[in-house]
Structure formats: structure tokens, C-alpha cells
């Protein structure tokens, strides 16, 4: 068997249900409103920054969701049962959709950086006003957030291969990112770390984020690798558990 | 299609699930060209050899092999065997073509092929709706579609035919035996004696996880209907000494009757009416049904074929 053909089968099974869809429209619908918010909201006297193109980032959140789903789904609907006998080599089937659910994170994160170039860009650019996303400045946060959306598909792929129940897989990852890891930072010396290096600080750093408040300790590569290490911890933990599950959906 | 190794051959079978020993070292071997039945009541542990045979449940001991491999060794499984095993199993938001499609894809076997498939079990109508509204009976023909994609030589079907209406079961049978004729093997599993009865060549029979008979249909009515005499009735004990005290043989069956296998009714109609004794049945022992045959052989706890005098392969 060809792994692009396992690749191939991946990505059918992502365009020929409405969950993809309905992320991207989501993810799009949101960045498009925010958009829309804050062109007619900032003033004549104030300049939209490179920074703006952040709004963006918010789409990162729907391409974890569809990477959990592209394993937890399967589970939900028993379709893992035919997706296994066809492809009994359970690591490159995870591998295929690793692969699979990268591209679609980086469609999401683009689609919803374009949006927010066309929205935001179109909008203050007939207000008149000055606008920093078109300056060179702004091309380090569409990197950033394109790899973001890429890794933060990856991290919802593994997750989902390590917790099968996909509501439960995540309200795990998007609590933990956004209620438990800003409870740790109270913890005295443990939080301040949690602050600096936790998932939430190496992805906003990553993305440069305007959500991320004070002065990051990591800079935006810095950001990356650390967040790559989360995704690649998580990914080797879906790994060994998905291996060895028995499978009786 | 035939190869040097048997299509199946499950070798020392065991699965623990907890505290639970779903299937206890099952051995049985399917070859090509005959439709096995695989037979037992609703959790004897069918399911769990199945899945067990095709890697997607880890055997806790023992071996199942495909055509002389281990299914997760195989190098493109779908092209070997084909498999339906129970449950939804679909993407309720996505067609049953898409469905087709995306084994199909990863398997490397050309669309074309999917509708093709559609086509023979009669989906080809509903091929674009959304799954979520299949019938049951639509369900498994699908189910078989895909199995089929890669023409395969070796079948494994988990209760196909659940949710079957009459003409459907009909349709599977005739279906079954078609692929069977073409030289492939199909292990058939099933709770209901009746649905496959008329299909199946062989019958593998397990209770609790262990095999009970394993012989081909054939052998198992014949060895029923050569067990003698039925009798039974308010005096069948008197009777029992009496055969007993001339030297025949004499079985007492569970549910009070007894069996004589080497008195003819005539000899036993004389000790009746020497010994004033009143029975209410006398009757061939064979007349038992194949379903009265397939529930005295998984009710029984024991679960040992040789009391039964069935002369089935017994596997330990």
C-alpha cells in the first residue's frame, strides 16, 4: 500500500462529511465578524498595526478541533472498524492522518488569514486610515499563525488518538489551554513558568498574539520549537496508545 | 484463489477482556472454496474471534492467521479478505458512495470499482444519500460492498444477517454461496442456527468462548439421527433398569428422557408389556431438530461434545 494513497483516503473522508465544512466556517465566520468589529471600532486618529492581522489566530482553535475529530470521529461513528481492516498498519494510518490534517490546518489558518486581509485590510483601507498589515511587519505573524493552525491541527490529532470520546477530547484541550493553564500561573514559581514556557504562552508566542499580555519570555521561534515539543510529547503518547487499543466500536 | 495455506487458520485463540475470558484457547480452520458457520449464542465470544482474526483486537494468546500471515502483516489486506463485521460503522453525514470510496482509496482500488460494488448489492439508488438514513438491511449490504472492493478471496462476516428481511436473508444466502463457488472461503457467524443452515458447508459451534463442535453439517444430522431410541414418561426409570440389567446401552438426557441405542422398538415395545410399564413417547432420537440439536449443544455448561456422541473434533 502507498502512503499517499493512505494520505489520499484521509482526505476524502475530510471533504465527504460537513465537520470540515462546518469548522472552516466557523473558523472563517468568526475571524470575519472580529474583522468587521474592529475596522468600524478603531478610530480615525488611531493606526491599525501589523498586529492586527492576529485577529487570524482565533482560527487555530477550530483546526485543534478537526484534528481531534479526524480520530475521535472515527470512533464516535464505528467507521474505525472498516478504516482499520483496510489499513491494519495502525502507526502510518496515525502517520496518514497526521500528514492529512496539516494541510487542513494550514487551510484553515490561510483561509482565515485572507479573510482577514480582505475584512480588515478592505474596510480600514476605505475608512482611509493608515494600516500596518500591509507592511512587511505583518508577514511574521501570518508565518506564525499559518504554523500555527498546522501545529495545532497535529496537537488535536494526537490528543484525539489518546482520548477516543471526542467531546471529552476537546473540552480536554481547549480547557486546559484556556482555564487550567491560567490557573497554574497562581502557583508561585511553578505558574511563572507555566507563564513563560506553558502551551499557551509558546503558542501565542508563536503567533505573536495579541491576546498574550506583558513581555514574552520566548520569542516567536523560540515559541515554536517549545510548542512543537508539546505537540511532539502529545503525538508520542497517541502513538504508543493508539497501537495497542483494542478495538471494538 | 487457492494458496498452500488454509484461508483461516485460528490457532490457541484466547482474549481476556478484565476480568473476562471472552474467547479460551479456540482453534478452527476454514479452507477455500466452503462457507463455514460460525455459530454460538449472543456472546460466546463470535464477535471478539472475528475482530480478534482481523488486528483490530489484540488476542491475548494464540495465533489467527489469513492465508499463512497475521492480518496486520498482510500487505494490502482489502485486496485478501474481505470483512463485515456488526454495528453502524458509517459516517451517518456521509454517502454510502463516499463511504466506499475512501476504503477504496486508501486500498489504491479505482472508484469505478466502488460503484460496480454498489451496483451488485443493489445500492446503487440511494449510492448518494446520506447514510445516516440506511435501513439496517442497507447497512449490511454496504457493508458487504466495501468487503467485496478488493476481491478478495477470503470472507469473514459477522451476523450478516441481522436486520435482513426474508427476501434479504434469501439474497444473502444465494449471494453467499455464489462467492463460495468462485473458489472463495466464507466464515459466516451467526446466533440463529435457521439463518445459515441452508448456506453454510461446515459449522464451527462455540459456547463461553470455547468450541463445542466442529464438523461439517452433514455429519452433525447424521450423528443425531443415528442415535436410536428416544423414550420417555412417567415410568422411563423402571424401564432404564430393566435395558440396563439386559446390557444395552442406555444415556439419561438432561431433561428426563432416555436414549437406547442398541435396542430396536420392537424389543423395547416387549419389556414394556412384560413389565407393565407406561411411557408417554417412543421415538427416533434424530427426530430432535438441528435447532434443538444447536440449543442442547450451547446450553449444555459442560459443554462437552463427547457425552452428546456427536464424533465431532473435539478441540481442547
Redesign the interface.
Known amino acids: 500500500m502507498r502512503f499517499s494513497d493512505l494520505v489520499r483516503s484521509e482526505l476524502v473522508k475530510l471533504r465527504t462529511t460537513r465537520t470540515f465544512l462546518g469548522n472552516f466556517i466557523a473558523a472563517v465566520g468568526i475571524v470575519a465578524i472580529i474583522c468587521v468589529a474592529v475596522a468600524l471600532a478603531t478610530s480615525s486618529v488611531e493606526d491599525v498595526s501589523a498586529d492586527g492581522v492576529t485577529i487570524a489566530s482565533i482560527a487555530v482553535y477550530f483546526a485543534f478541533v478537526i484534528g481531534v475529530l479526524s480520530v475521535s470521529s472515527e470512533f464516535r461513528h464505528g467507521t474505525i472498524t472498516p478504516s482499520l481492516l483496510v489499513v491494519p498498519d495502525r502507526e502510518r494510518l496515525l502517520t496518514a492522518k497526521f500528514v492529512s490534517h496539516l494541510l487542513a490546518g494550514l487551510v484553515i489558518g490561510a483561509a482565515a488569514v485572507v479573510t482577514t486581509y480582505v475584512l480588515l485590510g478592505g474596510l480600514v483601507e476605505l475608512r482611509g486610515i493608515d494600516n500596518g498589515i500591509f507592511s512587511a511587519d505583518a508577514l511574521k505573524y501570518v508565518a506564525g499563525i499559518l504554523v500555527a493552525s498546522a501545529l495545532f491541527t497535529a496537537l488535536g490529532v494526537g490528543l484525539g488518538a489518546i482520548m477516543r470520546n471526542q467531546v471529552g477530547a476537546i473540552f480536554v484541550g481547549l480547557g486546559f489551554l484556556f482555564m487550567v493553564e491560567p490557573l497554574l500561573t497562581i502557583i508561585p514559581t511553578f505558574g511563572e513558568w507555566v507563564a513563560d514556557y506553558g502551551l499557551g504562552a509558546s503558542s501565542d508566542a508563536l503567533m505573536g498574539s495579541a491576546f498574550g499580555a506583558g513581555d514574552p519570555a520566548l520569542n516567536q521561534v523560540e515559541g515554536g520549537l517549545v510548542f512543537l515539543g508539546y505537540v511532539v510529547i502529545v503525538a508520542v503518547f497517541g502513538y504508543a496508545i493508539f497501537r495497542r487499543r483494542d478495538v471494538t466500536a | 484463489m487457492s494458496t498452500a495455506f488454509a484461508a483461516i487458520e485460528v490457532r490457541g485463540l484466547s482474549k481476556r ?1 478484565g476480568e473476562t475470558l471472552a474467547v479460551s484457547d479456540l482453534s478452527f480452520t476454514v479452507t477455500h472454496g466452503k462457507i463455514v458457520g460460525f455459530l454460538g449464542p449472543n456472546g460466546a465470544g463470535k464477535t471478539t474471534t472475528l ?1 480478534a482474526s ?5 488476542p491475548t494468546s494464540g495465533t489467527a492467521l489469513i492465508e499463512g500471515r497475521p ?2 502483516e ?5 485486496r485478501v ?1 474481505g ?1 463485515v ?1 456488526d ?9 454510502g458512495r ?2 466506499l ?3 477504496a ?4 482500488i479505482p472508484a469505478s470499482r466502488c460503484d460496480e460494488m454498489l451496483s451488485l448489492v443493489g445500492l446503487s439508488s440511494v449510492a448518494n444519500r446520506r447514510a445516516g438514513g440506511y435501513s439496517l438491511g442497507m447497512r449490511q449490504r454496504l457493508g458487504l460492498a ?1 468487503a467485496l472492493l478488493g476481491d478478495p478471496g477470503v470472507l469473514i462476516l459477522d451476523e450478516p444477517a441481522n436486520g435482513l428481511d426474508p427476501q434479504g436473508i434469501r439474497w444473502l444466502r444465494d449471494f453467499l454461496k455464489s462467492l463460495a463457488a468462485q473458489g472463495r472461503a466464507v466464515l459466516v457467524s451467526s446466533h440463529l442456527l435457521s439463518e445459515v443452515s441452508q448456506t453454510v458447508d461446515d459449522v464451527v459451534v462455540i459456547s463461553r468462548g470455547r468450541s463445542i463442535v466442529q464438523s461439517s453439517l452433514e455429519d452433525l444430522l447424521r450423528e443425531q439421527a443415528a442415535t436410536g431410541t428416544r423414550i420417555a414418561g412417567p415410568d422411563v426409570g423402571r424401564l432404564a433398569d430393566r435395558l440396563r440389567a439386559e446390557g444395552a446401552d442406555v444415556k439419561a438426557d438432561p431433561d428426563g428422557s432416555v436414549v437406547v441405542t442398541d435396542r430396536t422398538g420392537e424389543e423395547i415395545g416387549e419389556l414394556l408389556a412384560e413389565g407393565g410399564i407406561v411411557i408417554s413417547t417412543l421415538e427416533p432420537a434424530g427426530s430432535k431438530s438441528l435447532e434443538d440439536v444447536f440449543l442442547s449443544l450451547t446450553d449444555d455448561p459442560t459443554g462437552s461434545p463427547g457425552e452428546r456422541g456427536l464424533g465431532a473434533e473435539e478441540v481442547s
Not at chain 2, 74 to 78: D, K, M, R, T, V
Not at chain 2, 87 to 95: A, E, Q
Open positions: 477482556f475482530r482481523l488486528g483490530v483486537v489484540n492480518y496486520r498482510l500487505e494490502n489486506p482489502a479478505v470483512s463485521l454495528g453502524g460503522m458509517l459516517h451517518p453525514g456521509r454517502s463516499n463511504h470510496r475512501m476504503l482509496a486508501a486500498a489504491g466495501a
